[in-house]
């Protein structure tokens, strides 16, 4: 079973997603949080497996939760669940240690699904939040551009070096590791490592021993 802790400032949308999670075999809701900080106590007393996490609350709000709880509670999976697409809220939860990324229009089988993702160590993003990254990315020339961070990934990936390996250099967990591989999968336009890896050596993006 997987323990789920839901945080949202609204509360027919925690009543709503607590509901959906018990008509499943697999997923049980442990609580339900208002804001960032009950959030963060919720997740040291609780253990969830999994926070469902809101963005946009008052006082402290998800960013600042998901960093938190991330670094407070290794074990604990953090999927963002929230109304907006920007690419600077993608890149801050992902920076901040979310797993996945989804929004609440999306359909209850995807929440459901992506839940299940992040807990075997996936990142779903959802395909709305993907273009508005994508289309972030990319210069008028349509010239694809990755974040310093990105690139730093990339460029140790091409070395060979593991996500264990690049999150210790990096001074990150390898969930993290993970999410900004998935960001740099979508924005290249390639499924695996081996394509990334390629692309890095066609483009230049040399590991930083290599200058």
């Known amino acids: 079973m997987i323990r789920v802790l839901i945080v949202d400032d609204h509360a027919i949308v925690r009543t709503g997603l607590y509901q959906l999670l018990t008509t499943t075999d697999d997923l049980e809701p442990v609580g339900g949080a208002t804001n960032g900080d009950q959030a963060v106590a919720m997740a040291a007393e609780l253990h969830p497996d999994v926070v469902l996490m809101d963005l946009s609350m ?10 938190r709880i991330v670094e407070e509670n290794p074990k604990t999976h953090v999927l963002v669940l929230t109304s907006f697409s920007d690419p600077s809220r993608i890149r801050a939860a992902v920076d901040a240690g979310a797993e996945g ?14 839940i299940r993702q992040v807990f075997v160590g996936e990142s779903p993003l959802d395909p ?15 010239e694809i551009k990755l974040s310093p961070r990105e690139e730093q990934v990339l460029r ?56």
Not at 101 to 114: N, Q, V
Not at 129 to 139: D, F, H, K, V
């Open 58 to 67: 008052p006082d402290t709000d998800g960013i600042v939760a998901t960093r």
């Open 101 to 114: 990324y989804l929004l609440k229009d999306s359909a209850t089988e995807e929440i459901l699904e992506g």
């Open 128 to 142: 709305k939040a993907a273009r508005e990254l994508l289309t972030s990315r990319r210069e008028p020339s349509d």
């Open 156 to 211: 140790m990936l091409s070395a060979g070096l593991s996500n264990r390996a690049i999150a210790r250099r990096l001074g990150i967990t390898e969930r993290t590791v993970k999410a900004h591989l998935t960001r740099v999968f979508q924005i290249l336009g390639v499924t695996d490592r081996t394509q990334a890896a390629l692309w890095a050596q066609r483009h230049d993006q040399r590991p930083p021993d290599q200058g």
